[in-house]
């Protein structure tokens, strides 16, 4: 009895998600938007897709919303999906609205998913790049800085694969 407890208390502490990893299969990512809208990020295949982990309290992160604002409405109309993730407390959610609700892309509160298979990213701001079919091309951390033209290069090719 005492062997099947120990097995049961390491099967638990194993995260039950492998996370975001380039090469692979977007993890799910289930949640309503600060705007109430739902979000689900399996609905989004077919489209190139930013996942964008930010804090209110990040200094990098407000750095980084501007470009990202700039490149979703330069690339949107090319069928850009772009979706910030708020790693905020629910308590913060005022704060979170009152600073992403300056741009135009939507964004998520993390504590709010219903399905998150992401699990926190090691730092903040940290995006993933999603192809059209679904799989992690690229994670972009704040070292270096993301700029227009570096997140750009990443992008343009995966805009123009069909």
């Given at each position: 009895?005492?062997f099947?407890l120990?097995?049961?208390?390491?099967?638990?502490a194993?995260?039950?998600?492998?996370?975001?990893?380039?090469?692979q299969p977007?993890?799910a990512?289930?949640a309503?938007?600060?705007d109430?809208?739902?979000?689900d990020l399996?609905?989004q295949?077919?489209k190139?897709?930013?996942v964008?982990f930010?804090?209110?309290?990040c200094?990098p992160?407000?750095?980084?919303?501007?470009?990202l604002?700039?490149?979703y409405?330069?690339?949107q109309?090319r069928?850009?999906?772009l979706?910030?993730v708020?790693v905020d407390?629910a308590?913060e959610?005022?704060r979170?609205?009152a600073?992403?609700?300056k741009?135009?892309y939507p964004?998520?509160l993390?504590?709010?998913a219903?399905?998150?298979e992401?699990?926190?990213p090691?730092?903040?701001?940290?995006?993933?790049?999603?192809?059209?079919?679904?799989?992690?091309?690229?994670m972009l951390?704040?070292?270096p800085?993301v700029?227009?033209d570096?997140l750009?290069?990443?992008?343009?090719p995966?805009?123009?694969e069909?």
């Open positions: 009895m005492k099947l120990i097995v049961l208390m390491t099967l638990c194993v995260p039950a998600f492998a996370g975001a990893e380039i090469g977007v993890p990512l289930v309503p938007q600060l109430d809208k739902p979000f399996a609905k295949r077919g190139v897709v930013v964008s930010w804090a209110t309290w200094i992160c407000h750095e980084e919303m501007p470009i604002d700039a490149v409405k330069k690339y109309p069928g850009l999906v979706i910030g708020s407390k308590r959610r005022d979170a609205y600073m992403i609700h741009y135009s964004s998520i993390r504590s709010d219903t399905v998150d992401f699990g926190l090691d730092e903040v701001p940290t995006a993933y790049i999603i192809d059209r079919s679904g799989t992690v091309r690229a951390t704040d070292d800085p700029t227009e570096s750009g290069k990443v992008l343009e995966l805009l123009t069909k």
